[in-house]
Nanobody, 123 residues
């Protein structure tokens, strides 16, 4: 498995922006599809965005499409999530995840997870 460490969370007002980072170590990063998921209090963990091995394919949840952008830098073993026009309903713990090989969007299809970073959007 690959080890993942997220950073960049925090408190922001509605309409603001944050950029999350996820640093990977332990395996060949470019062999892993990467994803961002989130979990709000009392809710199940949900898909936010995923990116393919080379970065050529990306997918987004409808709730964040047009506001969030996922990217990766394989030379730096890092995946990013740029979050713009944040809304109070984006408040959650955001998790970075990795799976070897083919891109998938299901939470249970990822087997390496970071510890999460809190994002709080005030109204």
């Amino acid at each position: 498995q690959v080890q993942l460490v997220e950073s960049g969370g925090g408190l922001v007002q509605a309409g603001g922006s944050l950029r999350l980072s996820c640093a990977a170590s332990g395996r060949t990063f470019s062999n892993y599809a990467m994803g961002w998921f989130r979990q709000a209090p009392g809710k199940e963990r949900e898909f936010v965005s995923v990116i393919s091995l080379s970065g050529g394919y990306t997918y987004y949840a409808d709730s964040v499409k047009g506001r969030f952008a996922i990217s990766r830098d394989n030379a730096k073993n890092t995946v990013y999530l740029q979050m713009n026009s944040l809304k109070p309903e984006d408040t959650a713990v955001y998790y970075c995840a990795a799976r070897r090989g083919v891109l998938r969007i299901g939470v249970h299809e990822y087997d390496s997870w970071g510890q999460g970073t809190q994002v709080t959007v005030s109204s």
